[in-house]
Structure formats: C-alpha cells, structure tokens
C-alpha cells in the first residue's frame, strides 16, 4: 500500500517534467508512504514516476520503487497487493525470469514484460499502477477490478498528471480547478463522488477494471478488462445453459457448503500474505467475526481490534463483550481501543485533512483504522463486502418488493412526475422527501436503487446548488442509465441488487473511504470478500436458485462461531457519529436527531469544509 505520482509530458512543445512539482505530488501522500520515497525519471525528462512507500512485502531496499527491469527498459511504481504475485512468479522463473528482489512489484515488471497489457489478466489483488515502456513508449496504467484502490488523472492537453489521490494532484500545481457539475451534483444525491468524476473538471478516476495506455505522442487506449456485472451475467447464464435449479448440487465432487468453504478460506490464505503482523477488524458482525474464524484456522498468530464507544458502554449497541469473547475463543492476541466524543471532535480536522473527496460516511472507517494504528498494525482485514455479496442489506428485499408493485409505471413516467409535483411539499414537512418520488422512480431497479441509497432528490438540489449547475450536472451523470448499465445481462433480483450495491455504493463509498482514512493511519486495509478469484469461484452459487447468505458463510468456518453471534440480530456496524455530529453542525443543531436529517446536515457541513479548501 503506497502513494504513486506520475507525469507524461507529451507535447512536442511543453517543458520537461518539473522534478518539484512531482515531488509536491508525491509527497503530499506521506501518511500513504511513511517508510520510503523515490522517483525516477526518463533520459529525455518527459516522463517522471514518484512513489511513497508504506513496506509490507520485502521489506528490504529491494522492493524500493519506482523499481526498473533489469535492462532498465520498464519503470513502474505500483500501489496495493497483487495476492496471487508468488504463483505467477513461479509461472515466470519457469519461463527463464530471475529476480532481485521477493517483492509483487517486481512481478508485476517481470510480468508485464512477458505478457504486455494482457498481464492485468493474471492479477488477483487491490492495485493501480503506471508503468513506463521504453520501448514501446508510452505509459501503462491499471486499477483493479473492484476499483479498491484509486487512481486519478488531469490531461491539460499537453501532460497527463496521475496520483492516487485528488489532494496530490492538487498539491502539484498545474490542476484546472474549474467545478465539475456533475461531481458537485453527484455528491449531493449519493453522499460521494461517482466515478469517474470529482469536484474538480481537471481531474477524473480511471475506472474500476479499466486500463489505459498512453503514447509519447498523447495518443489514448482505453479498455475495460474485468466486470463485475459481467462475471455474474455469465454465471447466470452458464446456470442456465446447464439446466441447473439447485444449488444444492455437487459440482467437481463438492456441494455448495464445501464450494463456499473452500473459496473463503482461499481468499482468507492469499489475503494474510505479508511481511508484516495482518490483524482483523472485529466487531459482533458476522462478516468480521467469520473472517476471525477463517484466519484463524490458517495458523499463525491472529491479532484482532475492537473499537468501542463510551457512549453505549453497557448498552445493547456495545460490541465490544461479544467481540472480545470471539477473540478469546479463537486464541487471538486482541485489543479494544475506546473513543469519546472528545476524541471525535480532536480528530475532526484531521478527518477533513485526510479525506480526499467529500464524503458522508467516512467517520467510522477513519476511527476503526485509528484503533488498529493504535496497535501498532501495519494491515488489516476488514469484513467489508459482506452484505454486497451475501444479500445482508435490507435493500436485497426492499427493492425488488417495490419494483415488483410498481413495475407498471415504467410505461407512466409523466404520471408519476405529476404525482411527485403535488406530494413534494408535503411529504417534506411530514417525511423524507424521497417518498414523493415513489411513483416516478420506483417501477425499475435503478430508480427504486437511487431512491434507496440517494440523499437528496434531484428536484431539491435547486433549492442550495445553482440551478444550472443543477441541471448541467444531471446531464452529464445521466444516473438513471447508468445504473441500468449496470444491470445489462442480469434478470436475477438478487443479482441486479447485488451489482447496483457492489458498483455504486461499495465502490464509490465503502472502499474509497476505507482508502483514504486507513492510509490517514498508514494501515493498509484488506478485503477477502472483496476479492475477484472470490467472485469468480462464488459465481455459479450466487447465480443459482438458492444463493449463500451471510448465515451460509458464518456456518462455512471449520470452528463454529459462538451461538450469541449466529443468532444476533443484524444492526449494522454501530458508532454514535449522528449525535457527533448533530453536536457539530450548526443547521442540525436544535433538530430532532433523525437519522435523515442528521446525515443530510452532515452532508452539507461536509460539503462546506471542501468547498474552503
């Protein structure tokens, strides 16, 4: 887990790489990196590459990037894990390829060479990269297919700047800062940023799953080499193509309880893999206490953290008895580190400092990787893509239920404008104001999927957003088809809600705010449940008639959970952030703490800090 800077400066008639203005890039992300910096820099000073280093694999000055091939033809510096790094390695010394060092990122060069762009093929693992090819001349960037780990690009035309966070391509200089209307817009109706946009025209996420090559000359090829949506359209149709109805079935000699038991502890086995202590994040939730048991039978010393409040000491919201009593069942080396309101608001501007697009949900993540920093953890699993995988939100059920009512509206839209028009100003007085937009948006699953994780509705933002940026900014996020894009292949509820879950909310907000708040800690967060070679194996199963639920996988551990987990009902991860903040901005202040106009209060004091920066 690192910071990476890169510059291709491409017009025949453009400066040379500025060496300080890569250098504020690069090391603007020294929390991403605190054990080592570098940078490296072509003959003819068009291209320079920038890395902070944070050391888990190799740990010596061998695995120091930017990190050149041994003809020094092929530069690359390289943020995340690649999981799978030591089989590919043995594939690659059987073809003839020696090593220098024992790191992933030499792989990755070594891989790249043998195999050109197609080697994003063979990667199991959080990752985005830039890798310089002399030879070919040109720059080679990817990012994962989960889109874990951010990658970020501004081409002004002449150079493309890229760095793993939009406050480092800031920091450079050279940025047009100009407002996106669909970034300013996007925030307000999801509580994030979609991808690819941000608040600032200048700058724009490569995509999850996507590659990009860039010649000397400023020449783009963009391609996507791996869906989510597309891996679980194809299941279901191979499901279908067999005739299969059960999954209940042996496929390869195993049933489905043996197939999800092998996969999770696979995923678990790659994802420990470090020359550092790997902890787990443990609450009384059945992903993260799954994860405890499966890292557990793997061997070794397990260490677990806790992060419990003192505002729900001895309340039904305290996970910290049961948690700790999953620790000692499985022999882990467990701490609890308690935060109070105090805590939270000493470390409030410390938030803001490190995160890097405005966001509603990030408190809990920032406080979580606070309590493994406090342990002295380098790397963390985290329980984090359970409920996208497993059915866990209420919106597996919801949604359907409401498409399923009012699926024939889809034909009357002008109607349901209508009906939305006149119940507006009501619904807002007695209710969320979401509720007006029922009849409109609710016959689809995109529509139904924006009224239940949307915020605000369009039809508000006018209200504290200028009304053309309003409007420019529907324009270009064109939410609606995207989230049916989304759904393309799909007829599955359940997968349809598992793709919208997994490519909007999980990846624009869950796995972009456990990035920026672990690495505000220096802690490399990891997710087993997040994991391609995971979803490839689950597919058929989470395709089938009877897919695994959360339960399934909790009962998958070789040593059984404890009773009081299995049966406890969910409640979600709890943490007193709405009377936080509710203390904190001054609109919510004086309000009944309702959950929505808590977060809705929330949001715009999130959106005013970014907006003085």
Known sequence: MCGIAAILAYAPDVPPVDSAELRRIRDSMSARGPDGSGEWYSDDHRVGLGHRRLSIIDLSPAGAQPMLNQDRSLAITFNGEIYNYRELRSQLEKKGCRFQSTSDTEVLLQLYADRGEAMVNELRGMYAFALWDTKRKGLFLARDPF?????????????VRAASQVKALLAGGHIDTASDPAGHVGF??????????TLYRGIKALPAGNSLWIGQSGSKRQRTFCSITKILAEAERGNAERGKQQVERKEHGQSSSEQLRSALEDSVRHHL??????????SAGLDSTTLTALAAHEGGTLRTVTLGFDAYRGTPNDEVPLAEQVARQYGATHQTIWVTCQDFRDHLHRVFAAMDQPTTDGVNSYFVSYAAAQTSLKVALSGLGGDELFGGYPSFREIP????????LRHCRPLGKAARIVSAPILKLLTSPKYAGLFEYGGTYAGAYLLRRGMFMPWELPAFLDPEMVRQGWRELQPLLHLEESLEGLTKPRLKVSCL????????????????????????????????????????????????TKRDVAL??????????????KTGFQIPVREWLLEQTPEARGQRPTAARGLRGWARYVYSRFNEI
């Open 273 to 282: 893999i470090a020359d550092v202590p790997v902890g787990v994040f443990l």
């Open 556 to 569: 998958a551990a070789r040593s059984p959970l404890p009773d009081a987990i299995l049966n406890r009902p």
């Open 401 to 408: 239920r409401v498409v399923n009512a009012l699926g024939w």
């Open 501 to 548: 879950e997994s490519c909007w909310y999980m990846r624009n907000q869950l796995l972009r705010d456990s990035d920026w708040a672990g690495m505000a800690h220096s802690l490399e967060i990891r997710t087993p449940l997040v994991d391609v070679a995971l979803l490839r194996n689950l597919s058929p199963l989470l395709a089938g008639d009877l897919p695994p």
């Open 188 to 197: 307000f109706l999801w509580g994030h940023i979609p991808e690819p946009h």
């Open 147 to 159: 889109g874990i780990k951010p990658l970020y690009l501004a081409d002004d035309g002449q150079t």
